[in-house]
């Protein structure tokens, strides 16, 4: 649990007001009276460089030296109309999410890192029946499972002005296409606003590490994403997380954009949402999803350290992530339906020296096995060749075996082709005039970081021909 030590003494004026702060606000702590206790006193000096200062306050391992009130209701999430506590991961999307909207909006929360405490983890299973769901946020002793924007702004009651402002670009979408638009868009000083259902930096965010984006012989996902919104941001790109566009129609020359949070105008639009893990349709899939069966190592990885886990897929997608979870799984088993893989030879070359990594090619998995319980218990697959089925037992499994673009709310505005793909000509222009679409999503895209950088360029060239 959340320990929380204060060193001082009663006749400390500043130590009674931080108790009475902590008293009001129901937050258990253990005071630790200096003049009672030689030790006490000798760790208070250790702290403070010698110095004998109280109230000296310990939070989860990290000291604070006399913190007043605000501090403390902004370590602790103390608000005006309760406590809020979130916890999560740094590597987690939705919490990034979740973070920076509580953060724009000026709202205290205490981050719980179930990264650095085991006692955490335990806690979001016992709060989601045995699944490991972040962020998991605490609101005055009521619990919300990754809740949206919308959710959080209704259960702190924050107000949510009118948008009255015309944006030269609406782009929806903030992975790589996306921010490469928006520099471009800005830089051209064309007022620009992205709209991101989740986390900035889209799929490229949940990429442990790339090696093929030029100047980075190596760069993680998140530190290259967390760069190009800076840039996107210092030349004024107005971004908004959680917003879930559900609409888009056009009056007189502008495009309205209704989200779940609001309706925004713009002169044009950039369709650059990506896409999502494709499924195996397989029985007991959809059950285990979050418990067992997962779609992103980068996101999941850690709750399997030391454990067995299954890779399903045979792309750059599988073996890349495959080969990052045997850093510290105990054991990896990629399960390919092919004979062969398709991924780059670079990955595959990396595969036989890496000891606790095992291959089972031309296999076709049929059914995901449920304990008694109804946790994750393994992969039943079967052998195209003989027919023989086999259960491959693990402790999770990640499936990487394509992807599907993000377009379903626009079916019926711009031509796409018959697998969703967006179909686009000369300057990325859709067959709406003033819609554009870069990325994943669009048709005969290359689903690689640099290329989705090169296609926001287009993007940001189509809109300065329409508005020119």
Known sequence: MIKIKMYGA??????????SFLDQNNVEYEFIDVDLDADATAKVEAINGGKRIIPTIIIDGKNYTNPDNALLA??????????????????CSDCRRAKGYLESNGINYQF??????????????????????????????????????????????IDVEKIEKVYDTIIIG??????????YAQRDRFDSLILEKKNIGGNAFLTEKIENYPGFESISGPDLMDRMKDQAETYGADIRTGEEVTAIDKKMELFNVTTNMGVYSAKTIVLATGSTYRK?????????????????????????????????GGGNSAL????????????????NWAEEFTASKTYIDKLPSIDNITVLSNKTSVEFEKTENGLFGGLKVKDNESGKEELVEADGAFIFIGLIPNTDNFKGLINMDDRGFIVTKNLAETSVKGIFAAGDCREG????????????VLASYGIRSFLK
């Open 112 to 157: 719980i890192d179930i990264d650095s405490h085991d006692w955490a983890v335990k806690k979001v299973e016992a709060i989601n029946n045995g699944k490991r769901i972040i962020p998991t946020v605490v609101f005055n002793d009521i619990t919300y499972t990754n809740p949206s924007n919308v959710e959080l702004r209704d259960v702190l009651g």
């Open 74 to 91: 902004s370590l602790l999430g103390i608000n005006s109309n309760g406590r809020m506590l979130l916890y999560g991961a740094d590597w």
């Open 174 to 183: 903030g992975g790589a296409a996306g921010l490469t638009t928006s520099i």
């Open 445 to 456: 895209a290359i689903a690689q970081v640099a290329a989705a950088t090169g296609e926001g």
């Open 320 to 335: 890349e992530e495959g080969i990052f979870l045997a850093k510290f799984c105990k054991k990896v088993t990629i399960v």
């Open 10 to 19: 009663d006749w400390c004026s500043d130590c009674r007001r931080a108790k």
């Open 280 to 312: 195996l349709g397989i029985p007991n899939e959809s059950e285990l999803i979050g418990v067992g069966v997962h779609f992103c190592a980068t996101c999941d990885g850690a709750f399997y350290r030391d454990k067995e886990i299954i890779v399903i």
